[in-house]
């Protein structure tokens, strides 16, 4: 029985048409975030000293934001642990924005919060970059 109802549900095609608007102006609105987040993270690279393409590979551009942090490479693995990689992903953020002369809320809200506004804030900002200490140190 219950079978039956959701069959002729999934069979009914009124609904189709608003739902294929709704998914098609999701996909835009989610392509336009992402567009967003990767122009601010590119300019931000740059800022940074690094290469600004890096934002667009995968891992990779995980490297980068560790190196930008002053966190080791290995941390990248933390990355691919369930709700470590939302702590890891929280820790960086903050330390991104201390690297560039911000607060720690700055980096909380704007840059993990947010979903990266203030990558772009950081990147087309009057920001500099300033090593992070944990990066002096280890260079030291």
């Known amino acids: 029985m219950l079978t039956a109802s959701f069959t002729a549900l999934w ?8 739902a294929g608007l ?8 989610l392509l336009a975030f992402v567009v967003v987040v990767v122009v601010g993270c590119w300019k ?8 600004g393409w890096a934002a667009i590979i995968p891992i990779f551009n995980i490297i980068v934001l560790l190196k930008i942090a002053g966190r ?4 990248v693995v933390l990355y691919f642990i369930p709700l470590v990689n939302i702590v890891a992903t929280i820790v960086v953020a903050i330390d991104i924005a201390k690297a560039f002369g911000q607060s720690a809320m ?6 993990f919060l947010f979903g990266g506004i ?12 300033r090593k992070p200490p944990t990066a002096m ?3 030291a």
């Open 72 to 75: 080791p490479v290995w941390w």
């Open 44 to 51: 931000m690279f740059e800022k940074a000293g690094e290469p």
């Open 118 to 129: 203030g990558y772009l804030i950081l990147g087309f900002g009057n920001y500099q970059y």
């Open 137 to 139: 140190a280890a260079v």
């Open 106 to 111: 700055f980096g909380f809200f704007l840059n």
């Open 22 to 29: 709704f998914s098609g102006g999701f996909m835009i609105a």
């Open 11 to 18: 069979q009914d095609q009124s609904l189709s048409p608003l």
